[in-house]
Every structure is written in structure tokens, then in C-alpha cells.
């Protein structure tokens, strides 16, 4: 598979302010890639080095094999849907969505085909094309901002947060239909989101970044099952970390004691572990539904004991807080049942599976 | 009136502002306005509310200059009166707002002469008892004792002549000698083409330029005689290099050289460049042609108006503007000199003060002018002026 | 819906209330323009106004062609005008908007000093830095440069510098507004489609400033038209604009109901060329006016 998008060691300051410290990322052919992270954290300004509306201080962008220093943003065969869908308020749907053919000097008849089928593509009715961007709702606003970026056909299609300005319900609808374009049309996405959770249900591959840098890049069930610390697996839903004690590294694995865990065997399998883990502090994690109550008398891998503490209905499951006897707070999400398998005030024994845990370093 | 949003400005800038139409009485649209409370029969006057620390007050209409302190703070003082100013900037102008309502409001006007006259015939003014006057006319140069008709309506005295000059060519004698200017022909010389400035100064400019046509403004004029104004006019235009409304404009444009000649001006013009010692630049009058004088005398009178709640003060108002005091500061302000119409005033000039008022010239002047009247056809004259300036770009 | 009142010209309440503001309107607008319209019907002979009540005054005015040759080269004056100002507006406004906007604060007091200096010393100012003998040839000369080469004050052209000169602040201002008000990613989406810098501004910057171009150009189109300063100063008063034309009809001939005649010509023709303007900018089409 080869590259579409190559990024080497790239760095971005303004003034004394880092917002890219070295970001290193290759994207593949047709992939759907979302990046995530907080806030400020340099999403939009990598965007922006990759869209060609700024150049990197340092480091090199490649698309589709060729470096693009110095090619300006109306060069590169990238397409952006901006945060603020940026439609032009003075021209009509029809306008906008023609508007980077109309540059390209393809022919009026042409235009009109071509955006006849990004209309279509997008679902939206015919009788818009003549309307101006504020005489729609904010959805049809959103599919016109995807068709004038998809109409000149882009190698990249960058999407700034396209959603986030949506409600629950809308926002969707328009997943789902994100997901259903990048079948169809076949386009490599890099999709900017601060949504963990959409990320998850839409990209091919997360790349998760901090403060200008990136934590993690993997497959969805890598991000939620294998993060690569506690910052990653605390962004996306909830999860138990618990402290544990690393006492030995061996070639297998290594050997760990916790106050609350009773182990079968106290050992760790070198997969389940994140790559830098010494000996010393470390952070066992168990995504909620992943837990279990054990039976009097059943075992598993690994238990602990705790007391129910709380207990909600969260629609399909139940989710309950209890407490170890060394004071840790743990979740655990069951599927809702008729016959509930504990109760506020419980003494209950959690069992876990030990190939769901995942162990890593203790981070600042 | 003496209040307004120029009126903390150094004197040079209100000059311009003045100049430039940029004052109360300049701005058009408010003059307008003025103009359709008048049609509609509003009368503003009374509203207005002056200070009153003094026993009684009235209000003078005049001419910049007419409003020094040096000529009205002794009067101030010695009559308890308080004085409010409603100062011209065109005589058509003070004029017509008189009969807009303003008669009610003032109590003296000093304006042009002709304009005064007229206060008669519009019945704004008192008619004055020449015997009341004689010791004011008793110094008067003899031209000025009445019956001077110029200033009869009727028969009736409307107002006592204040200050006087002459409208002739405005020169630097640097540049261009007097003997020259014995006729308006350089004015039409090619060779003069962008050196002649013309005053803005509505009919000043039109009647010399008429006299040299041959035709007398002061009478009744026929078709063919209008229509060799416009020529006159017309050639007049080709070599002018600007109109100018501001007299220091014009003044600084003699001194550096850019112009040659003022024409519509006089000793007004000259007399206050020649006070800051620049004696090169002089007003000249031609000769007669044809035995038809070219030089035009212009001359300010003072009148009561009829409507005055205070006909004693005014009365001594007049007097004491038209004395040997009043009369040299008059005749010797900053802004612009001239002499004046008292005689007396004459033993307080220093050899000096002579040579700026050109005092041994203004007799020659005065024997070589028509005097100003109202011209009988100036709407029809104004009219082609607008038409020939239009036409000129 | 049952005790909602009917509100129509017949509900006393509501006439009661909208006296005040209907009596203003017509004590401050119309009643001066219907008085206006009346005078017109009137005569003036001798300086005096004379209640003739006839057509003397507009036969006069259609029939004297210098008064429309005077119009329409004040029509000229400010088309010209407004079409400098705007050029030289726009990069600035531009500028502003964009590479300073750290400076913002700083700029916007300074446009607020540009307004309120007095116009009139400027223009003599820029009267005594053109003369003949004024500064500019001064300065020139001292480089070695012929004498008097900047000879163009008293002309149309002279005329023009001053009005650009006091008018253009207004063409910077609303066209900064309008400019500062255009979403950055807008420019962004216009290169991102593929457009170069010139295209952008064609295409994206230019059609959003209509507001602020039509802002701009209607005061700076009224302000031209009603400009006598600059074409006295300047021009030497040799080719008087519409402005100036009035007012020596006011003053000077003291001919009101021509006056008032000539005032309404100007207000009419005026009010034409904005609607028509308006239309041509399209400012109705892209909904931009509110
Ligand atoms: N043009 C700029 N000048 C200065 N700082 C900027 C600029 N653009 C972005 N930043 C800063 O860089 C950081 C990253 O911004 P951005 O990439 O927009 O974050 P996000 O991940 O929310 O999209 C932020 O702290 C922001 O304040
Ligand atoms: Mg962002």
C-alpha cells in the first residue's frame, strides 16, 4: 500500500509558542484517518501545514509521492471542510459547489453535470441549488460544504471538526453518512475531531495528540483496548486504572503485586504490556465492560473484591461504582437484565479476563 | 451671534473659515433654511436670550473691524450697554437677512452703502435728521456732508458715511509698473494668460470689467449692452489664473509673484499688506476712457433701524463710530486699512500710517471713480457671470 | 387571540402615540422640502423675493444649459471621487484589516482623527504645498528638478486631490469594517478551491465589501456633490461644482427660489445615481444589505 500522505518530523511555532513539536504521520491510500485530542492541542494548525494555508517552520509534507514545499494551497490536491464550513455567503449552492470547478475553467455544462451528482451524492434536494447558504439548515449546509470539497475530485479531503456544531441527532446522521461517502467515493479523509467516540465509529486509524505532539497512532480497538497511557484511556468513555507494582521484567512478561487483586498468578504476558513499562509504579487497566461478577465459588484469571457503592441505568446496561477495600473506585458496565446481579450495599467479587488488561508506566 | 464653533480659532484661520463660506452666515443649507422660516413668516427673533449683567443691550450688525474692542470697550463702558455682534460677511447677504426678521433684533447696521440706502426704500430704516448730526459732519471731508445723495432715499437721510476706498487694479510694483495699469488692457494681454487673480466677490469683479467694456453698470442696461459685458467677461476668464474669495489668499499671491493683478479689489485689498510693509504692492485706478471713469469708490455707511428699542443709544453709537478716535482704528485695522470719511482722523496719521492708507492718492481715486450704487441690471449680469464661468472650464 | 387589539390608523391609542413621532418627521424633513418646493414658484428681482407664483424660476432652469454643465461636471467630480478613493481605500483597508490587526485599537483612533481634523486648514494647506512657489516646487527644485514642475493647483485635477484627500478616510473606514468582518476561512476555502491570491479577492474579498463599498461610495458621493472647499481652494474657483453654484445663487445673486430650484435639481439627481448604483453593485441580490 502506498502512502498518499507522508509527514515527516514536522514543527510549527508562532512566536515563542510550539504547536507542532515534531509530528510524524503517514497515511495510506483510501484510509480514513481521524485525528483527535484536546483543545489547542495543534489539530487545525496540522491541518493547515497539510492544506498548504501555512508552511512548517521544519520537516516535510509529501502527497501522493511529491514534496510539497512551497506548493500553495490552491496546488495541492487537497480539499478542506472547515470548521465553520466557510460557504460563501454571497454565492448560491449551485455557486459554491461549482465555485473550485469554475477556477479549474471546466466548462459551464460540465459544472452543472458535476454538481447535479455532488448534489445527489450528498442527498440534497434540487430545488437548494439556487437558494444562498443561510436558507438552508445547518445539515444541508454541512453536506454543501462536503460537496464543493469533494467536486474537484481532491487526492486528501481534510475535515476540521466538520460536525462539532451539530446536535446529538444530526451529528449521526452525518457519521454515518461521512462513512458512507468515504466508501463510495473511495478519497483518503483525515477527519479532525475532538469526539474520541467518533473517531472510534468512523476512522480506519486514530491518531491521538497533546500539546502539539502525537500520543498514539492505531486501529480504534488499539486506541480503546491497548492506549498507550493513561491520558489516551481516559479520553475515550471510562476505565479503572489501578496502581500495581512491577517487581520483575522478565523476556515473557512480568511480575506484578496489587493491594486489591487477587491473581492467579501474578504475571503479565509482554504483549498486554505498553512498550516503556520499567520496574517500579505501574497502571493495570480494565475497561468496565470488561469486568464481571463473579458467582460465590466461580474463579477467573484475576478478582477483586468491593462493595456497591451506586447503581444507574445507562439505556442497554447498568453501571455500577464499588469500592475495594484499599479505597479504589472502580466502574463496571453489565447488559441490562431483568434479574440484577447486585445490589447497593453488596459485598461482590469483580473477575476479569487477564488477556483484556493492559498494563502502562505511571505518566506525569 | 458672537459665539460660535470658529470663534476660538486664531484671527487668521477665521478669515479663511469666513473666506472659504464656511461660517453661519456662509453655509448654505442653513442658509436656506433661514430662508423658508422668513418665506414661512417664522420670526426667531426674541428667542434667543443674551446675558444681561448690563443696564440695557442692543445689537450691531457690521462689518469685521466695526467690533474692535479698542473702538466699542469705551463705549461699553461709558453707557452701561452690552453689546452683541451680528458681524457680515456679504452685504447682499446681511442685507437680505435684515428683511428675513433679523431688523427686529438689531439696532445699528454698518454695511456697504448702497445696501444701506436701500434699508429706505425696504423701510427697515429710521430716516436721520441731518441737523442731529452736525457736530459729526462738522469735521467731515466736504464730499460726505450731507445731502449726500448717495445715501438719500426720497430725499430722506437713511444713513452718515464711515469708511471709504477705491476698486481699481491691485498690483506689485515689483513686477509690473503702475503706468501700466492706466486701463484694464492687461487684464486681456496674452501674455498675462494665468496671471490674473479675480476677486469672488459677486458684482465687484463684473463692474470694473463692464466700465472697460464702455459701459456704464450704474445705468439702466439694454440687451447689447449685457451682451458686451459677456464678452468682456468671457475675455476676462481666459487669462484668469484663479478666483479667490480670501483675501490673504489673493494677498499672498501678489507678494510671491504668482499673480500679476487683483481685479475686483481696491485699496481693501492692498492697504493691510502695505501695514506689514510691503509698499511694492499698491491699488491703482485708471484713467477715464472715453471720458467714462474707470475706478469705482465704495463707501460703508451706518444706520439706526426703524424697529430699535434703544434710538438714543444707537444714535450715539453712530456717533461714536464715525469719531476721530473710532475712526483711526478704524481706518488702520489689521485685517484691512482705509480711510475714513472724518477728516479729523487725518491729524492723527503719522507720515507712516499716510503711505499704507495711500492718503495722498485717494483724491485722485475718488476724481477718476464712479461712485457705487446698486447696478439696476446685476441679476442679469450675476446671471451671465455663472454662465461665462461655466463656460470657461 | 380574543384580546389582542386591532391596531389600525383608526385606533385612537396608537394615533396618540405616533403623533410625536410622525409630527418630527414632518417638522424636520418634509416640511423644509415642501417649503423648499414652493419657494421655487417664486421670483427674485433686485434682491428681493417676489411671490409670483409662476414657472419663471424652472423655465430658467431648463433653459440655461450652464447649469447642467455645471451639474454633470459635479457628477463627473464625485464619480471620479469616489472611484480614487475606493482604489486607493481598498489596499489600505485591506492592510489593516489583515497585517496590522495587532494594531487595531491604535488604527481605528487614528481613522477617528482623520474625521474630526478640521478639513479646512488641510485644504489650504494643500493649497500653499502646490502654489507655485508653495513647497512642493520648492522641494523639487532644491533636488535640481525644473522650476514649477508641480503646476497643476487651480485645475480639476487640483480639486480632485483635495476632495480624495479629505474623503478617502470614509472609504478606509467602512471598507476596514466591511473587511474585518470577512471570516479568514472564507479566503482559506477560496485558495483551498483552488484560487490565487488576485483570484480570491475577485471572487471572495471583493463581493463581501459590497457593503462596505456601497457605504463608502454613497458618502463619498454625497459628501463630493456637496463639496465647495476643495474646487474654490483648490480649483481656483474657475470650475465651480454644483455646491458652489448654490451657494452664489443664495448669496450672492440672493435669487432664493433659484436657489431652491437649482437645491432640488442637485438632491434629485443625486438620490438617482445612488438607487441606480445600489442596483448596479447588486447589493439587493446577495441579501447583503442588512
Ligand atoms: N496563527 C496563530 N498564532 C498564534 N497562535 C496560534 C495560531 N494558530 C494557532 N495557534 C495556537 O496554537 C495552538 C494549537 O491551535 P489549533 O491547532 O488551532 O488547536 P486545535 O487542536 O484545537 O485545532 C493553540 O494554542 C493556538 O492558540
Ligand atoms: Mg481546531
Known sequence: ?364 | MTKSWYSDLPQYYQRQIKAAGLDEAGLTRRRLLKGMAATAGVAMAGLSSRPSQAASQMTYMCWEGYNDPRIIDPFRKANDVEIAFDLIVDSPGGFAKLQAGASREVDLVSSDMPWITRLGPAGLAQELNPADYADVYATFYDQFKPPFEPLLNEGKTIGVATRWGWVGPCVNTDLTKPEIWKSYDPVFDDANKGKICVMDWGDWPILPMALHAGIDPYQELDQNALEETRKVLRAMFKNTRTLVADLTQAQKGLLDGSLLGCIGAGSYLTSAVRKQGHKNIIAVVPEPKNGLKQGIIWVEATAILKDTDQPELAQKLLKHVVSKESGHVLSLLDSTCNVVTNKAVEALYTPEERDILQADYMWTAWDNSQMHRIAPNIDDMLAIWQEELAAAQ | MADEVPRSWRDPDLLIKALPTVLLQTTCFLAPLVMTFLLTFQRSRNFQLQWSWDLWTWTDVFSKPHYWTILGHTIFMAAATVAICLIIAFPIAYGLATRFKAWENEIKVLITFAFITDATLKIYGWALFLDKNGMANYALSSIGLPPEMVAFLYTDWATLLGMVYSLSAFAIFTLYLSISNIDRSLILAAYDAGAGKFRAHWEVTLPLCKPGIWAGSVLIFLLSVGAFLEPKVLGGGKSPMSAELIRQTFETRVNWPLGAALTLVLMVVSVFIVLLFSRLIGLKRAGLAA
Open chain 1, 1 to 364: 500500500m502506498t502512502a498518499i500522505l507522508d509527514i515527516q518530523d514536522v514543527r510549527k511555532s508562532y512566536g515563542s509558542y510550539a504547536a507542532l513539536k515534531g509530528v510524524s504521520l503517514s497515511v495510506n491510500q483510501g484510509e480514513f484517518i481521524a485525528l483527535v485530542g484536546p483543545s489547542g492541542c495543534g489539530k487545525t494548525t496540522l491541518l493547515k501545514q497539510i492544506a498548504g494555508f501555512e508552511e512548517p517552520d521544519t520537516g516535510r509534507i509529501a502527497i501522493a509521492g511529491a514534496d510539497m514545499a512551497g506548493v500553495p494551497a490552491a496546488k495541492r490536491p487537497t480539499s478542506m471542510v472547515f470548521q465553520k464550513l466557510a460557504l460563501f455567503p454571497h454565492m448560491t449552492v449551485a455557486e459554491n459547489i461549482g465555485f473550485p470547478l469554475k477556477l479549474r475553467r471546466t466548462d459551464t455544462a460540465e459544472i452543472k453535470k458535476r454538481v447535479g451528482q455532488m448534489i445527489e451524492l450528498m442527498q440534497l434536494k434540487g430545488e437548494y441549488l439556487t437558494r444562498y447558504p443561510r436558507q438552508l439548515s445547518g445539515g444541508e449546509q454541512q453536506r454543501v460544504a462536503l460537496a464543493r470539497s469533494m467536486v474537484s475530485a481532491p487526492k486528501l479531503l481534510l475535515l476540521d471538526e466538520p460536525l462539532s456544531a451539530l446536535d446529538v441527532k444530526l451529528k449521526k446522521v452525518l457519521q454515518a453518512e461521512l462513512k458512507r461517502l468515504h466508501r463510495s467515493v473511495g478519497v483518503t479523509f483525515v477527519h479532525v475531531t475532538h469526539d474520541l467516540e467518533e473517531a472510534m465509529m468512523l476512522a480506519d486509524r486514530i491518531c491521538v495528540m497533546r500539546d502539539g505532539a502525537i500520543l498514539q497512532l492505531g486501529t480504534p480497538a488499539d486506541i480503546y483496548y491497548r492506549p498507550a497511557g493513561s491520558f489516551v484511556s481516559g479520553f475515550i468513555g471510562e476505565t479503572n486504572l489501578l496502581p500495581i507494582t512491577i517487581s520483575e521484567r522478565t523476556s515473557s512478561g512480568l511480575i506484578y503485586q496489587a493491594a486489591d487483586i487477587v491473581d492467579t498468578d501474578g504475571r503479565i504476558a509482554a504483549d498486554l504490556v505498553a512498550g516503556k513499562v520499567a520496574k517500579g509504579p505501574a497502571l493495570l487497566m480494565l475497561r468496565p465492560e470488561l469486568l464481571r461478577v463473579l458467582p460465590p465459588g466461580e474463579t477467573a484469571d484475576g478478582a477483586i473484591a468491593a462493595e456497591v457503592t451506586e447503581m444507574f441505568g445507562k439505556g442497554g446496561t447498568v453501571q455500577y461504582r464499588a469500592r475495594t477495600p484499599g479505597g479504589q473506585m472502580l466502574v463496571v458496565e453489565i447488559p441490562g437484565t431483568s434479574s440484577l446481579p447486585m445490589r447497593i450495599g453488596d459485598k461482590v467479587r469483580l473477575g476479569f479476563t487477564k488477556k483484556d488488561i493492559y498494563v502502562f508506566g505511571v505518566e506525569a
